[in-house]
């Protein structure tokens, strides 16, 4: 299953609200989830099953979509957000991973 | 809580084999619920799941690796392991161990080691 996400690259400012789109090539339900990256560290899951909130994971995250689209907002862009975000599919093996969307200033 | 290291070498020669090993604490790894992986990420790229191991032994791998894969597990040692036979500069990569729950992503996962394959 290919993933695709857009934009790749998002520039955005303190404040902001950011919607990033993972799509993917065949329905995977609601089997997706995604994470968080920052340089030199392993990636964090930020949210499972397409909406679920990880506990300690700030509620200006939030997660929608199932079938083959999905999405990942921030409501208000905080300056520990800039990092890479992937969606990434646990519907069937092998999993797959979008390719990242970058969030800068 | 439990925490996932990995350790290896972090230089291989071409056409040499990758080894890696994956160790667990804070918890067992004899769970009918988890499964215990290996993804890798080039750096400056994105990431790519590599395979699982259940603690019985049974395995799943990536095809586009299969061939040159094998994860091992030694639950007396808690831990499991990787080895990647006939590298090249492509496998030149972060490696990480990671654990998923039965139907859900990857919650746990180690800080990453860095392999680089040259001569």
């Known amino acids: 299953i290919q993933l695709t996400q857009s934009p790749s690259f998002l520039s955005a400012s303190l404040g902001d609200r950011v919607t990033i789109t993972c799509r993917a090539s065949q329905g995977i339900s609601s089997y997706l989830a995604w994470y968080q990256q920052k340089p030199g560290k392993a990636p964090k899951l930020l949210i499972s099953a397409a909406s679920t909130l990880q506990s300690g994971v700030p509620a200006r995250f939030s997660g929608s979509g199932s079938g083959t689209e999905f999405t990942l907002t921030i409501s208000s862009l905080q300056p520990e957000d800039f990092a890479t975000y992937y969606c990434?599919?646990?519907?069937?093996?092998?999993?797959?991973f979008g390719p990242g969307t970058k969030v800068d200033i | 809580q439990v925490q996932l290291q990995e350790s290896g070498p972090g230089l291989v020669k071409p056409s040499q084999t990758l080894s890696l090993t994956c160790n667990v604490s804070?918890?067992?790894?004899?769970?009918?619920?988890?499964?215990w992986s290996w993804i890798r990420q080039p750096p400056g790229k994105g990431l790519e799941w590599i395979g699982y191991i259940f603690y019985s032994g049974s395995t799943y791998y990536n095809p586009s690796l299969k061939s040159r894969l094998s994860i091992s597990v030694d639950t007396s040692k808690n831990q499991f392991s990787l080895k990647l036979t006939s590298v090249t500069a492509a496998d030149t990569a972060m490696y990480y161990c990671?654990?998923?729950?039965?139907?859900?992503?990857?919650?746990?996962w180690g800080q990453g080691t860095m392999v680089t394959v040259s001569s």
């Open positions: 804070g918890g067992s790894m004899n769970s009918d619920d988890s499964y």
């Open positions: 990671a654990r998923n729950w039965v139907g859900h992503p990857f919650d746990i």
């Open positions: 990434q599919q646990f519907n069937s093996y092998p999993f797959t």
